[in-house]
C-alpha cells in the first residue's frame, strides 16, 4: 500500500495535527500548529502541514513553509529566520517495524512529501533542517540533495543530583556548589522575562556586529500561545535585578537550550550561566526529563562552555537543493522586512 500524503490547515486542523505531533518521538513544541502558524506570519511564509498515512495509520509528519517573493520561490523546514532550532520531518509508528518494513515506509514517506513540494511549491531552493531523532536522510541523497551533518551537544538526565553534577568538569562542579544561595535568585519567570532574556541576546549579538533578527515579541507570543510549559524561561537575579537567563523549549522527553545564557554584562561574584544550566538540568530531572539538548556544537569558543557538562554528541543534518545564491537573496529579503 502507498503512502497518502495530507495536507492540514493550520488554523482549522489543529486538534488532529497536534495528535500526530504528540505521538512522534522526533517532535518539538515547534511543530505544534499554533507555532506553525505563528512562524509563518512572523516570516512573511505560508505554512503546509504535511502528513503521510498508510491506510488510516499516520507514519510521518513534515512541516514546510512555502516562501514566495516575485520570481523567488523556497520551501523551508523550519521557516528562515524564525531561529527555530529543529524542524523537518519526523516519524511515526515506525520504531517497531523491521528494518527492510521500516526502510519502505520511510522513503515512500518523504518521497511522497517531496513530490508533494515539487509539485505545489516548486521551489528554486529549499533548506530543511532536521533534529537528531531524525537520522535516516538516504532518501533525499536519493532525490539529488545536499546533505550536511550538523552537530549538538546532548546531556542525559539520569541517576540522582549528585551523579549528574559529578559528570561536569571540575569549574563547573565548583561553580554550582560553592554559589552562596543568599547571593541570588533563578526561577521560572513570566512572559516579561522572556523578552528580557531575548533582548539580551540581541544585545550581545549587536556588540559582536551580527544580525540577530529573533523578536522578542514573536517570542512571548511563542510563550503565551504553546501549552504551559512548553517554553520556560528561566531567569536569574542577583539582588532583585535581571541579570541573564536561558529560554528552555521542553518537550515529552527533552529539554532545549533555545536562547539567552549570553556573558553577562557585570561580575556579580557568581557563575551566572553555570547556574541557570544547572537549575535547568537538576528540573528536568526532577521532572523525568530525559536529555538536555545544549543546541549546537559547531563553534568551537561556544564548545568549551558546552563541553563541561560532559554531554555527548548529537548529529543532525542540513538538506538542501536549488539555485546556488537564493538563500542569500531570502536573506538580504528578510533583513529589511
Known amino acids: 500500500m502507498s503512502i497518502e500524503i495530507r495536507q492540514f490547515d493550520p488554523r482549522a486542523d489543529i486538534d488532529e495535527w497536534n495528535r500526530y505531533v504528540e505521538r512522534s518521538d522526533g517532535t518539538n513544541p515547534f511543530f505544534r500548529a499554533e507555532a506553525l502558524a505563528l512562524q509563518g506570519e512572523e516570516t512573511d511564509t505560508t505554512p503546509h502541514l504535511l502528513a503521510g498515512f498508510k491506510g488510516q495509520e499516520p507514519v510521518g509528519v513534515f512541516p514546510v513553509f512555502e516562501y514566495a517573493k516575485g520570481p523567488i520561490t523556497g520551501a523551508f523546514s523550519p521557516a528562515p529566520h524564525s531561529w527555530t532550532s529543529y524542524l523537518g520531518p519526523a516519524l511515526l509508528n515506525v520504531a517497531k517495524l523491521k528494518r527492510r518494513k521500516a526502510d519502505r515506509r520511510i522513503k515512500r514517506f518523504l518521497e511522497g512529501c517531496l513530490e508533494w513540494i515539487e509539485g505545489t511549491i516548486s521551489p528554486l531552493y529549499s533548506k530543511f533542517v532536521t533534529g537528531a531523532a531524525f537520522d535516516d536522510v538516504r532518501p533525499f541523497r536519493w532525490n539529488e540533495y545536499d546533505v550536511v551533518p550538523g552537530h549538538t551537544y546532548v546531556v542525559d538526565l539520569e541517576g540522582s543530583e549528585e551523579d549528574l553534577q559529578k559528570r561536569f568538569s571540575s569549574d563547573a562542579r565548583s561553580n554550582v556548589r560553592n554559589a552562596d544561595d543568599d547571593a541570588y535568585v533563578i526561577e521560572e519567570g513570566d512572559g516579561d522575562d522572556v523578552e528580557r532574556i531575548v533582548e539580551k541576546v540581541r544585545q550581545r549579538y549587536e556588540s559582536q556586529g551580527q544580525p540577530f533578527r529573533l523578536r522578542s515579541g514573536f517570542a512571548r507570543s511563542l510563550y503565551e500561545t504553546l501549552p504551559e510549559g512548553a517554553i520556560r524561561p528561566y531567569a536569574c537575579r542577583v539582588d532583585g535585578e535581571f541579570q541573564g537567563g536561558i529560554l528552555v523549549v521542553e518537550s515529552d522527553r527533552t529539554r532545549y537550550r533555545w536562547q539567552g545564557g549570553v556573558k553577562p ?9 553555570d547556574l541557570l544550566d544547572w537549575h535547568v538540568m537538576r528540573d528536568g530531572l526532577r521532572d523525568g526529563i530525559e536529555e538536555y539538548d545544549l543546541v549546537g556544537a ?7 562552555y558546552k563541553a563541561k557538562f560532559n554531554p555527548r554528541l548529537e548529529t543532525h543534518y542540513e538538506i538542501t537543493r536549488g539555485a546556488f545564491g537564493i538563500d542569500l537573496l531570502v536573506d538580504r529579503y528578510q533583513k529589511h522586512r
Open 265 to 273: 554584562d557585570v561580575d556579580v561574584g557568581i557563575a551566572i550561566n
Open 298 to 304: 559547531g563553534v568551537p569558543s561556544i564548545n568549551r
